[in-house]
């Protein structure tokens, strides 16, 4: 029995680590920068990072974008999103 809860926590492991290993090949300098006529293939979302410097802006601040298009490679986009966690309007 225990034989066999250490051979499911090993097979849960590496699929977590798999997984992982996937999300982290993303490397940062791959990313592409976004256009308004990209056609954007996203079959599933990674992640989506807030690129500030500060914790509240009023502007617009660069971000990026990880995902997994149809045919299961990973993509990177940036762009800029509009931030207005800092606004007092």
Known sequence: MKTMKFILAL???AS???AM???NNADISEAKPYRYSMNLDIAELI???YLRSAPAHCSVIPARMTYK?????IEVIE???PDTS???D
């Open 11 to 13: 097979t849960v492991f």
């Open 16 to 18: 977590v680590s798999t």
């Open 21 to 23: 290993a996937e999300t």
């Open 47 to 49: 992640k989506v990072e």
């Open 69 to 73: 298009d149809s045919s299961g490679a």
């Open 79 to 81: 762009y800029l999103y």
């Open 86 to 88: 800092g606004c007092t």
